[in-house]
Structures are given as C-alpha cells and as structure tokens.
C-alpha cells in the first residue's frame, strides 16, 4: 500500500444488496448485475474542508462510491491478485532502501496486473500508478511521471469518500513534483489541500501532517517566502518528536529549518541544525537515499560559508557519490 488501505464494503452488505435485487427482478441473476449500480454507503467522512481562500484546482465530481462502472462485477483472477499485492510491498522495501532499478521493475509489474485483472479505473491500479510516478520523481524522469500522477488522482477522486487519505497521498505526491519542476503556483494549491484533508482525518498531530508541513515550508522557501516556514517546521519537527519511528521526516523538517537560517545568513543557527539533520539522517536514510545526499550537501555548503573547509570536501564528495550512485552522473 501506498499509505492506508481505503475502506472496503463488507461481503454481508452487498449480499444483502444483491438479495433485495434478485427479489425485485424475480430472481434472474443476469438482471442483478445491470441493477446494482451503487453499492452501499460507506460511514459519514468529514465535509471536504477548504483554507479560506483556497480552491482546490481540481474540483472533484459529486461524492459518489464504487460503482459496476468502475470496478468489474467479474470474477479475477485471485493469484495474480495476491502476485500483484507481493510486488507492490517488494518494491516499497526497494525503493526505501534506495534500489530504484529493481523497485522500478517490480512496480510496472504490479500495475500491469491489476490493470490486466481489474481495469483502469480501480483503487488498486491507482495505487499502483501513484507509487511508480513517486519513484520517477524521485529518478527525476518528471515528464513520465506526470501523467501517472494526473491518472491516480482522477481515479482517487472519482471512486473515494471525500476527503480519502489515498486522495491526499497522491496531491502531495503530484505537488513535489510539480515543485521540483518549478511550477510552484501550481504545486501550492495541492499542497494546501492534502494537508487540509490529511488534518482533518488523522488530528493536527499525525506524522502525515508533519509531512504536508515539512513540504510546504520547502515550497514556501523555494517561493521566496521564507519567514513563513519557520513556524511550519517547528509544528513539524515537534510532531517529529513525538513519533520515534519517523526519524527520516524528522531529518529532512530539520534539514529545511537549518535552511531557513542559512537564507537568513544565520550561519551559525543554521550549522546548529543542519549537523543535527546530517546525524538522524546518518541513522535513518540507506547509505544511498538521495534525501541523504541532500542533507549532506547542505551541510557542506553552509560549512563553506561559515569558512570550515575541512569539512567541506568530504561532505560534498559523498553527497555527489551518493546521487550518482542512485541517480546516474548526469
């Protein structure tokens, strides 16, 4: 799974369904499967919340559930099912441990088989298409992993309650990419909405949500809006804090607020926090995770600036060793 598991309808509700229809068309099976368009609704979500004077740039349609139209009432093919499922969580462990090539591989595989199984439009396949564009952003083939992206959300936003933690999963997701190509006025809106969505499903103090505050400071510092990422660092850094398994977050939220103070010439501060960044991500990154590499750059380029150069070559030598390694030389 990509982050958490969309709630499913349990097999009573919809033989209940199924039974009720089979009365009304006078037991002619073939007449059910036309019929029962909709299932059953799911429990009440929250209304889809919205920043004041935020729109979302891409308005859902009305809130509808999983319809005949969008998951086949067909019989698939369970094995490959459970096939696709293993690929899927070896290429999660893969691409964490920084293996893009083989996490790659395993991705398109699972994609092609839900695809094959359940067709284009189901929540499995748009699963499947948000972890591989993730792990193309991250190889920086931005142009394939644009249109995965744009296909998951609309898949998310036609076949989930409102408000769904899948949906959020996948706007933040788009949104770095779009941050890392420079469309930040683009990328600000979804940022906006995933962590509105992901605020009010999970609590202010989740550590998703101090992932959606880590990012937008990042953007925020990228916009040339510095001074308004502090305090979304420190919410994020203090939930950080609180959850000793997410020490990866935590590194990168003080990576970025050691860069606030080093665009604020605050080169000491921004030393302080920048070597705090680089020993939890010594411990929590692969020796070969790009985000290390980024943390380790940044810390030799403020120890350049504060005139460390000792330390300095070191540092930069191991974060371009690490990214070609990863990423190719070029």
């Known amino acids: 799974q990509d982050a958490y598991k969309r709630p499913s309808f349990t097999d009573g509700d919809i033989q ?14 073939r007449q059910v499967v036309d019929s029962v368009e909709t299932l059953p609704p799911g429990p009440p979500t929250p209304a889809r919340v919205t920043r004041p004077g935020h729109q979302s740039p891409r308005p859902p349609p009305p809130r509808q559930q999983l319809t005949s139209a969008t998951t086949p009432a067909v019989s698939v093919n369970k094995a490959a099912l459970d096939e696709a499922t293993r690929l899927n969580s070896e290429g999660m462990q893969l691409y964490h441990k920084a293996n893009f090539t ?43 992993a644009k249109p995965l992206f744009e296909r998951a959300i609309d898949i998310r936003e036609k076949s989930s309650v409102d408000n769904h933690p899948d949906l959020a999963t996948s706007l933040h997701d788009f949104a770095e990419l779009l941050k890392l190509q420079g469309e930040y006025e683009k990328s ?11 605020t009010v499903i999970f609590g202010p103090e989740h550590q998703v949500v101090a992932q959606s505050l880590c990012s937008v400071a ?27 398994e ?70 930069l030598q ?13």
């Open 218 to 244: 990042d953007l925020l510092q990228k916009m040339g809006e510095n001074e308004k990422s502090k305090p979304l660092l420190e919410r994020a850094i203090t939930i950080c804090q609180k959850t000793a």
């Open 102 to 144: 083989d996490a790659e591989q395993k991705y398109r595989n699972a994609l092609q088989i839900r695809e094959r199984e359940l067709g284009r439009n189901h929540p499995d396949v748009a699963e499947s298409l948000n972890n591989l564009a993730r792990l193309l952003t991250t190889t920086a083939k931005y142009s394939e």
């Open 318 to 330: 191991r974060a371009i060793e690490i990214s070609e390694k990863t990423l190719g030389p070029n």
């Open 246 to 315: 997410e020490k990866s977050l935590h590194a990168k939220c003080l990576d970025r607020l050691a860069w606030f103070f080093y665009l604020l010439w605050d080169l000491d501060e921004a030393k302080f926090y920048s070597e705090q960044a680089n020993s939890i991500g010594e411990m929590a990154f692969f020796p070969n995770h790009p985000d290390l590499a980024e943390i380790v750059n940044n810390l030799g380029v403020i120890l350049r600036d504060k005139g460390n150069f000792d330390e300095v070559k070191p540092l």
């Open 188 to 198: 600000k809106p979804l940022h906006d909405q995933a962590l509105d969505i992901r």
């Open 16 to 29: 209940r369904r199924i039974s009720a229809e089979l009365d009304k068309l006078g037991g002619d099976p």
